[in-house]
């Protein structure tokens, strides 16, 4: 015991905050800590003597004012009578709109072309490569400009698609006499029903029954044809026959649908020529459809790479071993390399999805109104409110790519390989 | 038994091989292999075929009818005609011989123009040392393809320049250019001689003061005394070292450094300057435009995010809870805005973040925005460098007594940043490709900046597939280039056996 007291007892001397291990950690990060603060201090200050120099307060106030401007494309009702912030909804459902759509014909494409990139055709491999490169090795910003001025300069008049008496008209509309492209937007079929179910408004946003019941209706098929699928799996995990399905699910994901649209009488309001310009229908702007189809085109070129990736990263030895229990090449990549090159997919491709939700706000190189050309734009130029406007503008997309990748996260956790 | 003459035949002589069948050989193989091995491939590669139908046939006369020497559109419009036939498509490439020099320069003085030609041709005599060392073929190659390129370009001035750009005296032009060319020339010489031993570093850490006085030119004390400043950290680093340790010593450097930078830098060049006055003719950054801008920003931006990065990269992993908490909320927030809200910030916001009337250049802003934006996704791929390498190699550092910096240096980093490479030279790209996006803070990027200029001329109105193109084709070279150099970095570094 006397041993123990004995022993040199470390006093505290004030070298040992620098030299002494198990303190230099501490005094580190205090030491950062009191810069770090001393930084943000600094900028508060300043930016409340810039403020009180241009006499300006900090006040989110200005977004229940009136914007006074017009917005394009609005998914939810707007006019210019509205208020900043319902100008900052609708720019945020455009920005919304313009990403999921980008995010999901960019995956099915880079899929496609991923997949196509692999095969053992030489000619389309190699068609694929020129694809790849070509788009990944250029900025978006082309893209999205050269697509924009091509829908806008080169596209016909309205006035090209009448037809003179003996002329034949300069244009005509595609898709079947259904979608006619002009130099003032795409004009495409709108869905319409004779027996509207109504709806009502929460907070301005209106709830449109009609819409509600066919998402129900489609969401309760998928889930039926899912138990069919289970019920047919389980049968066959007890004895060893699969019952037939594929009628069932047939029935089941098509016939409510179409019992619904006839009892609602669903048809198309197809745009026909009245006048000068084109009416019925959606006006689709290009400003839309070139963003749309650059992000597509460019985003498509890096899924294409991930997915190549993730299918090589997959060792010759299991496909080889898929091949020898007797599975085809379709059930072999089915069953045994995309479950596992999916693990492989799935990381990049979030950032992926991140990266078009991020790149909707070079919409503004056409005059995209999204949540930077409403909140970030207009709004700011004409309130004045750089501080606010900008600070919430990143709050936003902040929050979006945040939810994003916590959602996609939670997918991948579900895909990974469960090691226990 | 029998005799030998009743015996069966028996060959007494080896067959010369037959050839094979004509299915199985050459080209009929090769196209049964890999074009119409089955219905499926067969449907793909007809498919294949259609589709390069239809670019061929609708390109091609296109890129023939071309017209190289035209006024404006309409003239190209009607030489084409005029040769080709009525109705007949055909490019229009007099815009780019016309309007090349905004496309490289912007507004850049034209007299002037020798600068930043020379700045470029020694980015290359600074990158080599660095980019290939201890591979003088492969330097061969590079600094053929940049004289090669350089070439190109004084023959387009030579025949451009002189018709199109008003204001200009064409005989110190030229002999500028030939200045800068046989300093280019000297300059190859030197990296040459010296890639094997590395003997250029020197030059590589000069280069950044040194392009940035060709580029903005003004008195060359500006330059020399920001490079004072490092010399100031250099000194009291190795004065420091072996008392302080590393960390201490590279925080005391920085701090005097820093002290150096902020107030007594400014004076002293200007007393020094009004003394013995000696500088280049100063231009101003909104002259700035064109590729000349998209590379200053790239390259500088790629120089400072990646020490950046690697440094995030480790406070990310590190071990010190606030240091980590601190680092990972700015990766988390560059990452989560996109670039323009970035930029808008540094045009918008920075009059309200620094103290009333402090203003400086907007490029400098720029790029400094630009440099933490890639830094916070070099630090993710750096991080994931960091996770794949096995444990036991920290363990092995701590092992034989190194301490952090040492371990770092010697052991985890560099494995770690082979591994990352790929992803690296692809962040590399990513911002590349990003400085077009400049144009959104009143630059004049070559993309939207100058290319906007060019179509809103009424000579050029209604022009899109030639401009778009071109610039189009010298970021892919770059961009491409850059991919292709990761590729052989990776081929280097690889000291695995597979």
Not at chain 1, 70 to 94: C, E, K, M, W
Not at chain 1, 354 to 382: C, E, F, H, P
Not at chain 2, 249 to 272: E, H
Not at chain 2, 384 to 389: C, D, P, Q, T
């Amino acid at each position: 015991m006397a041993l123990a007291h004995d022993a040199p007892k470390d006093s505290f001397r004030l070298s040992m905050l620098i030299y002494d291990t198990r303190y230099r950690a501490v005094t580190i990060q205090v030491f950062v800590l009191i810069l770090v603060a001393a930084f943000f201090a600094w900028l508060l200050n300043n930016t409340i003597e810039n403020l009180a120099i241009r006499g300006k307060e900090f006040n989110y106030g200005f977004l229940w004012q009136r914007a006074g401007y017009d917005i394009g494309q609005q998914l939810i009702p707007y006019t210019n009578d509205s208020t900043h912030f319902r100008a900052l909804l609708v720019g945020l459902l455009n920005t919304l709109a313009v990403a999921a759509l980008g995010c999901i014909f960019a995956t099915i494409l880079g899929v496609l072309i991923g997949v196509l990139r692999l095969s053992k055709n030489w000619l389309v491999s190699r068609l694929m490569t020129v694809y790849v490169e070509m788009f990944r090795n250029v900025p978006v910003l082309l893209w999205i400009l050269l697509a924009y001025v091509i829908l806008s300069e080169v596209t016909p008049s309205p006035r090209d698609f009448k037809a003179a008496e003996g002329v034949e008209p300069a244009a005509s509309m595609v898709l079947g006499g259904t979608v006619a492209i002009t130099n003032r937007g795409t004009n495409i079929p709108a869905p319409m029903v004779d027996h509207p179910l109504g709806g009502f408004e929460i907070g301005g946003i209106p709830v449109n029954f009609t819409v509600l019941a066919f998402i129900s209706v489609i969401v309760a098929s998928f889930w039926a044809n899912a138990r069919i699928l289970t019920a047919a799996r389980l049968k066959q995990e007890a004895t060893g026959d699969r019952p037939t399905t594929w009628w069932k699910s047939l029935l089941v994901l098509f016939v409510p649908v179409i019992a619904l649209s006839l009892a609602l009488g669903l048809h198309w309001d197809i745009p026909a020529l009245a006048g000068f310009n084109f009416k019925g229908g959606i006006l689709v702007a290009h400003s839309f459809t070139a963003l749309l189809v650059a992000l597509t085109l460019y985003t498509s070129a890096f899924i294409a790479e991930i997915v190549r990736a993730g299918i090589l990263a997959i060792s010759k030895g299991q496909s080889e071993a898929a091949f020898a229990l007797g599975l085809r090449p379709g059930r072999t990549m089915q069953l045994v390399i995309l479950p596992q090159a999916l693990r492989v997919i799935i990381p990049p491709l979030i950032s992926q999805y991140l990266n078009i939700t991020k790149n909707t706000s070079l919409g503004i190189a056409v005059s995209y109104l999204d949540l930077r050309g409403t909140l970030g734009g207009i709004s700011l130029n004409q309130t004045g409110r750089e501080l606010e406007c900008m600070l919430l503008m990143m709050a936003i997309y902040l929050t979006l790519s945040l939810t994003i990748s916590t959602l996609m996260n939670f997918y991948n956790k579900s895909v990974q390989l469960k090691v226990r | 038994m029998s005799e030998p003459s009743q015996t069966n035949f028996v060959r007494t002589q080896m067959l010369p091989p037959s050839p094979p069948p004509l299915r199985e050989a050459g080209v009929v193989r090769w196209l049964r292999e890999n074009l119409f091995s089955g219905w499926f491939n067969t449907i793909l590669t007809l498919f294949g075929l259609v589709v390069i139908w239809l670019l061929v046939s609708s390109a091609l006369p296109w890129w023939l009818n071309g017209v190289w020497t035209a006024g404006s559109l309409g003239e190209c419009r009607e030489i084409i005609a005029k040769t080709a036939g009525e109705g007949a498509s055909g490019a229009c490439w007099a815009v780019v011989r016309e309007r090349w020099h905004q496309f490289i320069f912007g507004f850049y003085p034209v007299d002037l123009w020798w600068r930043p030609v020379l700045a470029f041709c020694l980015l290359f005599a600074a990158m080599g040392p660095v980019l290939f060392a201890g591979q003088k073929r492969k330097l061969l190659i590079l600094l053929g393809a940049v004289v090669a390129m350089i070439l190109i370009l004084v023959t387009l001035a030579a025949s451009a320049v002189p018709n199109e750009v008003p204001g200009q005296t064409d005989a110190p032009f030229v002999w500028k250019l030939a200045l800068a060319l046989s300093l280019l020339t000297i300059g190859a010489m030197m990296a040459l001689t010296a890639a094997g031993s590395g003997k250029l570093l020197w030059f590589t850490g000069l280069y950044p003061a040194l392009c940035f006085w060709l580029l903005w030119g003004g008195p060359i004390w500006v330059p020399l005394g920001a490079l004072f400043g490092f010399v100031l950290l250099a000194v009291v680093y190795s004065s420091l070292l072996k008392r302080a340790g590393p960390g201490m010593a590279a925080g005391l450097g920085l701090i005097v450094a820093l002290v150096w930078w902020l107030f007594i830098d400014a004076p002293v060049t200007v007393a020094l300057n009004d003394a013995i006055p000696f500088g280049l003719t100063s231009v101003q950054s909104d002259e700035f435009g064109g590729f000349l801008l998209a590379i200053t920003i790239g390259v500088t931006a790629i120089t400072f995010s990646l020490p950046v990065g690697i440094l995030l990269a480790l406070g990310r992993q590190s071990d010190m809870l606030i240091v980590k908490t601190l680092c990972v909320g700015f990766i988390e927030f560059i990452r989560g805005v996109p670039l323009i809200t970035l930029l808008f910030t540094a045009s918008l916001l920075l009059q309200y973040f620094l103290p009333p009337g402090t203003n400086f250049d907007i490029i400098l802003r720029v790029i400094i925005l630009v440099t933490l934006f890639a830094a916070a996704y070099l630090a993710e791929v750096i991080r994931g460098g960091l996770a794949a390498l096995p444990r036991g190699q920290y363990e092995a550092a701590d092992a034989l007594g190194l301490d952090y910096w040492q371990a770092q240096r010697f052991i985890i980093l560099p494995q770690a940043l082979k591994v990352s490479i790929p992803a690296i030279v692809s962040t590399f790209i990513g911002l590349f490709k990003d400085t077009t996006l400049v144009a959104f803070v009143g630059l004049m990027d070559p993309l939207k900046g100058v290319t906007q200029i060019v179509r809103a001329d009424i000579d050029w109105k209604g022009i899109y597939w030639e401009p778009y193109i071109f610039v189009g084709a010298i970021f892919f070279v770059i961009c491409f280039g850059m991919s292709r150099y990761s590729m052989y970095l990776e081929r280097k570094l690889k000291t695995d056996h597979r």
